[in-house]
């Protein structure tokens, strides 16, 4: 009951905010939002439509399907903001959301961005969270809060690594000591795997297909190595020499080698990681291996793939999409023990 009262009064919010979802987590509650970071906006003056239809589950719904004054965006490309008013409409909404209804005082909010992100994009992420009714803001690095929410021993003197697949981000850091030791970034991630599979489409059916279609070929079919039993499947699409609907079946042969080039990227993404780290470091990860996150990580047998790949023992996660927030839920929870490695804004916003 008093810690009910507690978050009444003044809350903590974890902030995972990604280029394909957003999700939020209270402390002392855990995870209370997963919405995907989508804003339906007007294209005569680019304002978020009224009405929660506008953010999340409900505007990307729209997305594909919507009339030509109605445009389906994403406010955030490759893990970081790109258009800062959306970001913040986004973010009010479901800060909004995820509170308990009643007046209380604005929350402090950490935010999980990008290792490799500019000091443009921190102040960014920084002006968005604040302006959307954050009182304090403190970042940390995607990879640091999901090794930390999948349960590996980061404060102790061994390596453990993490590959988070996101939907416009891959993020691998070797993590010693509470620190990063060596952490890649690059743009690929869940996005890049549907276009992927939407261009070989194009050139080998002359179908084209919309990226929402794409996503479900890779759920449905999509695996990094061949599967026991391969699948097949119906998709629809528009034919590029007559404009007309038509259908052609794609077998999961097929989508693998469409996600070819996104999965050689994230190979090369952890090798380059692993090349800076120390031998010692290095031989710890014979035994402690890889451990994969982030909704990319749910491709069917990409941890046989990428064991292959690089040499190391390599699991997923027990629940890899909310791996991050859950990290994040943790370094408010101990917030004195993490505390020197986020990082705060200026000042707060009352």
Same mark, same amino acid.
């Given at each position: =009951?008093?810690?009910?009262? *507690?978050?009444? *009064? ?12 957003? #999700? ?28 929660? !239809? $506008?953010?999340?589950?409900? $505007? /990307? ?5 919507? +009339? ?6 994403? +406010? ?7 258009? *800062?008013?959306? !970001?913040?409409? =986004?973010?009010?909404?479901f800060?909004?959301k ?13 935010v999980?961005? +990008? %290792?490799?992100?500019t000091? &443009? ?22 990879? /640091? %809060? ?15 690594? &993490? ?17 990063? &030791?060596?952490?890649?970034s ?6 890049? =795997?549907?276009?992927?599979? $939407? ?18 070929? #890779? ?15 119906e ?9 007309? +609907?038509? /259908? ?22 952890? /090798?380059?990681?692993?090349?800076? !780290? ?7 990860? &014979? ?11 749910l ?9 292959e ?12 999409r909310?791996a ?10 101990q *917030? ?13 916003v009352?």
């Amino acid at each position: =009951m008093l810690q009910r009262l *507690f978050h009444y *009064f003044s809350a903590d919010l974890a902030v995972d905010l990604g280029t394909a979802n957003t #999700r939020i987590g209270v402390v002392g509650e855990g995870l209370v939002l997963d919405e995907p970071s989508v804003v339906a906006v007007a294209e005569g003056n680019g304002r978020v439509l009224s009405g929660g !239809c $506008a953010v999340g589950h409900m $505007a /990307k719904q729209m997305q594909g399907r919507t +009339p030509e004054s109605i445009s389906v965006v994403r +406010p955030l490309a490759d893990g970081v903001v790109a258009d *800062f008013q959306l !970001c913040e409409a =986004m973010l009010r909404y479901f800060l909004h959301k995820a509170q308990p209804s009643g007046f209380r005082r604005k929350p402090r909010v950490l935010v999980a961005v +990008p %290792a490799r992100i500019t000091p &443009v994009e921190k102040r960014a992420v920084f002006n968005s969270t604040q302006r959307a009714g954050a009182r304090q803001v403190w970042l940390t690095t995607e990879a /640091k %809060a999901a090794a930390i929410g999948v349960g590996l021993p980061i404060a102790e003197p061994v390596a453990s690594m &993490v590959c988070d697949i996101g939907g416009g981000t891959t993020e691998t850091a070797v993590l010693s000591l509470a620190d990063t &030791v060596s952490a890649r970034s690059i743009r690929t991630g869940g996005d890049a =795997m549907d276009q992927a599979i $939407a261009d070989y489409l194009r050139r080998h059916y002359s179908l084209r297909i919309g990226l929402p279609a794409a996503e479900r070929l #890779r759920i449905d079919l999509g695996s990094a190595y061949p599967l026991e039993e391969e699948q097949v499947e119906e998709i629809s699409g528009v034919d590029m020499i007559s404009g007309l +609907p038509r /259908k052609a079946t794609v077998t999961s042969e097929e989508v693998r080698q469409a996600l070819e080039d996104p999965l050689q990227r994230i190979v090369e993404s952890i /090798k380059s990681t692993l090349d800076g !780290c120390s031998p010692d470091l290095a031989a710890d990860l &014979v035994d402690t291996g890889l451990v994969l996150c982030g909704g990319g990580s749910l491709l069917r047998r990409i941890d046989r793939f990428l064991g292959e790949q690089t040499g190391l023992p390599v699991r997923v996660a027990s629940e890899p999409r909310a791996a991050v927030a859950q990290g994040m839920l943790i370094c408010l929870e101990q *917030f004195e023990r993490w505390r020197p490695s986020l990082q705060s804004s200026d000042e707060d916003v009352y």
